[in-house]
T-cell receptor
Framework: EPEVTQTPSHQVTQMGQEVILRCVPI?????FYWYRQILGQKVEFLVS????????KSEIFDDQFSVERPDGSNFTLKIRSTKLEDSAMYFC???????????FGPGTRLLVL | KQEVTQIPAALSVPEGENLVLNCSFT??????LQWFRQDPGKGLTSLLL?????REQTSGRLNASLDKSSGRSTLYIAASQPGDSATYLC???????????FGGGTRLMVKP
């Protein structure tokens, strides 16, 4: 069964450093998403991406964040200058259409020191 | 702004019990509602998707219902097993976009 994959599974970084989180969505899906979950809190939406552009973003997704689909298979989330409060589990998801089931990857646990 | 609430926050039951998890949302203008399972430190596994025009969906021992007008959904788990122990999340999509808004989850423990 097709799956969303994410790398790395864990990342530790120093405050102020740039990080890139990588995702490979399910191959025939057209809609891609990033969410995050701070420990003990709700899963929060960050951004959705369709047709090579951002279709929706939350207030969390400020100028420090960017997304890219550099080739036909990868979808990346970049945090330019990490803060302590960026420590969270980051989930990538994809769906075939914008309102069908979203399939989630296993997550990248980011720890900012 | 859509708010999704799940009650109870935690639930412990003996194996074999039938149980109901509750989800409520404040804005009834939704496209669909999804139920997910999350194991500790892991990703989210989609269990059921209910379109706004549907009243229920079933998959194996799971049955999810939706009452859109009252802003409620329930997830019924029949004959619970220890392997069902996990956190169950509900999430809704809005009419205006595709983002999912999540509830805080119900942490279920099924004791052998």
């Amino acid at each position: 069964e097709p799956e969303v994959t994410q790398t790395p599974s864990h990342q530790v970084t120093q405050m102020g450093q740039e990080v890139i989180l990588r995702c490979v969505p399910i191959s025939n899906h057209l809609y891609f998403y990033w969410y995050r979950q701070i420990l003990g809190q709700k899963v929060e939406f960050l951004v959705s991406f369709y047709n090579n552009e951002i279709s929706e973003k939350s207030e969390i997704f400020d100028d420090q964040f960017s997304v890219e689909r550099p080739d036909g298979s990868n979808f990346t989330l970049k945090i330019r200058s990490t803060k302590l409060e960026d420590s969270a589990m980051y989930f990538c998801a994809s769906s075939s259409t914008g309102v069908e089931t979203q399939y989630f990857g296993p997550g990248t646990r980011l720890l900012v020191l | 702004k859509q708010e999704v609430t799940q009650i109870p926050a935690a639930l412990s039951v003996p194996e074999g019990e039938n149980l109901v998890l509750n989800c409520s949302f404040t804005d009834s203008a939704i496209y669909n509602l999804q139920w997910f399972r999350q194991d500790p430190g892991k990703g989210l596994t989609s269990l059921l998707l209910i379109q706004s025009s549907q009243r229920e969906q079933t998959s194996g021992r799971l049955n999810a219902s939706l009452d859109k007008s009252s802003g409620r959904s329930t997830l019924y788990i029949a004959a619970s097993q220890p392997g069902d122990s996990a956190t169950y999340l509900c999430a809704v999509t809005h009419n205006a976009g595709n983002m999912l808004t999540f509830g805080g989850g119900t942490r279920l423990m099924v004791k052998p």
